[in-house]
């Protein structure tokens, strides 16, 4: 199928804005308790405020009358098809983690900020290559080039279930994480599931000290959202619904159906709410419970449809633990974190594809503040803002505020309603309020990629063309744009190079916006006033999944390359040379120069024999020792930098 778009992308460059710094307190989980606001209360821009319960019975009795006052014909919430559709179209999604930054030996994931780790399916310490495909994770030693263990943790799991895993590492430790909250509806031994939940997130923890085992497993009704880690402290963030056995509909009218759907929340209890989890030892479960309503917090205006929980886990002992829960009632689908802040957003455009009201210009996205500098995390404050992001990238905080870019208005059709946004929020109490917005960028298209640096801000929107915006944000009351390029195509995903240079990863396109294939441009933004690209290298017909998942493109700063997944045969092009047959689902490498890119050459994996011979694409490159590293699900690759000749295969299957 032909890809559509504007032609040209623009950049905008922002100074960055920093979130007010929070301070960590014993053990409360959340603001002072206070009343919801009477009925007509104007809500500061920006501003929604968290709240406690002052006990369980209240609890219970505030969470039915917000989801009497919300449930509709067809449910509650999560129920609702559009709901569904809106969560499962979710974004999955820098610069190299801590552990790369400190040790230049190896590359680690390509993360949003230094210092925070972030899950994916391959790790690597510099001594051992860590991954897992199809439910089984395997530990390759980097100077042997062989695998030295394997442990199955889901047999089930393969690409085309759904469930795909990712995991995090922190010394003889590995995290994995489970997505198979959309494939299945888990529930805790001893209760069947219900038509609310939404499946079970699945936590393993495996000692990679000798063998590989699993040393403890954690599981939690809802979904994976997503997690962060620093240091040895995972924080996991799960999105769970109600489990409210609604009547069916029948051939009755809207009016019966909501009240005979108030009238089973009329019988509810918190069991019917709040999250369950379970702790098991191997085979043996050895523990399980909920969420205590101590632990919940609300906004002052919700429904009782879902709620968001952070779990905490300390990577260097020996078992997980309850995971220290704390939930609050809301929904979420982004994830972005600093060293000692976690951010969730929640974007709403389902509400507006159903026709409820919204604010002015369409959607708009919900962001919660959690204060993680202590063991326990602790929520801080929540605010809004106009449109919907495109994921984490379009979040960053830098002296004390939160910069968040979206896009507002209808990017479906072809008029010019849509238009993004950068605002700047400060947490000011328990309410994260709007100090400062440069508005109107990209009029009728919509953003395709974000990078905040610092005080500077780049944006690219999309149509027809590709506007390049640069913002000054270091005035967080008066952000301003500081500079524009409009060129064909446009970047989906920006990485600082150093020295005033930004790479792009994207598509090019024709004056019309037809897209065309990849294309990587370098870009001058030394002067904020006039970004300029330099160069472009396109590989015609191809897409390149670093354009939509970060952690799939890779920087190694020591040689100035890039390499990406190139997924569609084709000819790799360059001004000076050329390599022919592109690898249909291999991966590309350029080296950058000071005036634009040389192809360093191309790496492919053989058929993978285990799933039919089918092919397998190369999902992830990392760099270990000097040698190029090349991980797909069928194995990985060891090949040297000087004449790209292949060291090993090792095979996963």
Same mark, same amino acid.
């Given at each position: ?100 930054? &400190? ?108 063998? @590989? ?15 962060? +880690? ?88 020996? =078992?997980?633990?309850? #995971? ?23 974007? *709403?455009?389902?509400? =507006? ?42 979040? &960053? ?8 870019? =979206? =896009? ?46 610092? #005080? ?7 149509? *027809? ?53 990849? +294309? ?10 006039? @970004? ?42 360059? *001004? ?7 690898? &249909?689902? #291999? ?63 090792? @095979?996963?299957?």
């Amino acid at each position: 199928m032909t890809r559509h778009g504007s032609r040209t992308h623009r950049w905008t460059t922002v100074a960055a804005l920093a979130l007010a710094g929070c301070t960590a307190s014993p053990p409360a989980v959340a603001p002072p308790p206070a009343d919801p606001p009477p009925a007509g209360t104007a809500v500061p821009a920006g501003g929604l405020r968290l709240v406690a319960f002052d006990s369980c019975d209240e609890a219970l009795r505030q969470i039915r009358t917000a989801a009497k006052a919300a449930v509709g014909p067809w449910g509650l919430g999560s129920d609702d098809p559009l709901r569904q559709f809106a969560a499962k179209r979710a974004a999955v999604g820098g610069v190299e983690d801590a552990t790369s930054a &400190s040790t230049p030996d190896f590359s680690g994931t390509n993360v949003h900020e230094a210092g925070v780790d972030e899950p994916d399916l391959v790790k690597s310490d510099g001594r051992r290559i860590v991954t897992v495909a199809r439910g089984v994770l395997s530990v390759v030693d980097a100077a042997t080039r062989r695998v030295t263990g394997r442990v199955a943790l889901d047999p089930t799991t393969d690409r085309r279930s759904g469930g795909e895993a990712s995991l995090l590492l922190h010394g003889d430790r590995a995290l994995v994480l489970l997505r198979d909250g959309w494939v299945t509806r888990g529930t805790v031994p001893g209760r069947p599931p219900a038509p609310g939940a939404a499946g079970q997130a699945r936590l393993v923890l495996v000692d990679l000290a000798g063998a @590989p085992r699993v040393a403890g497993e954690y599981r939690m009704d809802g979904r994976l959202v997503d997690s962060r +880690q620093v240091g040895a402290t995972a924080r996991v963030v799960i999105s769970s619904g109600h489990r409210l056995d609604f009547p069916q509909p029948g051939k009755r009218t809207d009016a019966q159906r909501v009240a005979a759907n108030q009238a089973v929340i009329d019988k509810a209890t918190l069991d019917d709410w709040l999250p369950r989890y379970e702790i098991r030892d191997g085979a043996r479960t050895v523990g399980s419970g909920r969420v205590g309503c101590d632990r919940v917090s609300r906004p002052a205006g919700f429904s009782g449809a879902s709620m968001v929980t952070v779990l905490s886990f300390d990577l260097g002992a020996s =078992t997980l633990g309850a #995971g220290d829960p704390v939930t609050v009632f809301a929904d979420g689908d982004t994830v972005y974190g600093t060293g000692s802040r976690l951010y969730v957003a929640n974007d *709403q455009r389902w509400r =507006t594809w159903r026709g409820e009201p919204s604010e002015a210009g369409g959607s708009r996205t919900e962001i919660y503040q959690f204060d993680t500098a202590a063991a326990m995390p602790r929520y801080v404050a929540a605010g809004s803002v106009p449109g919907w992001p495109i994921g984490q990238y379009a979040m &960053s905080e830098w002296d004390g505020h939160l910069r968040v870019a =979206t =896009t507002t208005g209808d990017t479906w059709n072809r008029g010019t309603s849509s238009q993004s946004g950068v605002y700047v929020l400060r947490a000011e109490g328990a309410t994260l309020n709007r100090v400062g917005a440069v508005t109107g960028l990209g009029k009728g298209e919509r953003i395709f990629a974000v990078r905040f640096l610092g #005080g500077t801000g780049y944006v690219v929107t999309f149509r *027809q063309t590709d506007p390049l915006y640069g913002l000054d944000l270091r005035d967080p009351a008066a952000p301003r744009v500081t500079g524009e390029l409009k060129i064909n195509g446009y970047s989906s995903y920006l990485h600082p190079a150093g020295d005033g240079r930004l790479i792009g990863v994207g598509q090019d396109a024709t004056d019309q916006g037809r897209v065309t294939g990849t +294309q990587v441009s370098l870009f001058d933004v030394a002067d904020p006033a006039r @970004p300029a690209r330099l160069a472009q290298h396109h590989v015609p017909g191809g897409w390149s999944e670093a354009e939509s998942d970060p952690h799939a493109f890779l920087y190694w700063a020591p040689e100035r390359l890039v390499v990406l997944p190139v997924t569609r045969p084709g000819v790799v092009t360059d *001004q000076a040379e050329s390599v022919k047959g592109t690898p &249909s689902g #291999g991966v590309l490498a350029l080296r950058v120069g000071d005036k634009g890119f040389t192809v360093a050459g191309a790496v492919d994996h053989p058929a993978d024999l285990a799933d039919g011979g089918e092919w397998t694409p190369i999902r992830r490159s990392l760099m270990v020792d000097g040698v190029l590293w090349t991980v797909s699900d069928a194995g990985l690759k060891a090949t040297a930098l000087s004449g790209m000749n292949t060291l090993a295969w090792v @095979p996963l299957t």
